[in-house]
């Protein structure tokens, strides 16, 4: 008898695979950041990244990070978290104790969402900002509203073969 195989991607590298990938449709040349939300029973509920509002065409969005505040993105863009919690579809309570994957710690304005969306627990990858205010608030915040927080430590690369063979 045939054993399964053993090799096959975890559940957190599964959605962590999956927030990467989201990640990949950013036109941002910067920061690319993807969000994949996870509800209790590991079904994949919403997805979200960094990008453009609806209408705002990419090619004329100011995609710069210096200079006045109105012509740089910061003024303008919608965070991964964003994305993922308005593109969810369904019942609002399904929200409620989920997960959420992301690449990149949110900022404070993405964990008032996250709070206040219902998701109980955020595992990113990277915390580069940390010594930011804006992080230091959001991890304020989720101590504050009980949602735990914590890094996932894979250091596993994942090649995908989109050619069809």
Known sequence: MTKARTDYLKWDEYFMAIAKLSAMRSKDPNTQVGACIVGSDN?????????????????SFPWGRDGEMMDTKYAYVCHAELNAILNYRGSRKDLEGAKIYVDLFPCNECAKLII???????????????D????????????????NYYPLEINKKIAIDLTNN
């Open 43 to 59: 079904r994949i509920l919403s997805i979200g990244y960094n990008g453009a509002p609806n209408g705002f065409l990419d090619d």
């Open 116 to 130: 206040q969306s219902g998701i109980k627990e955020v595992i990113y990858l990277s915390d580069k900002y940390k």
């Open 132 to 147: 930011t205010d804006s992080v230091k608030i959001s991890k304020k915040l989720f101590r504050e509203c009980g949602v």
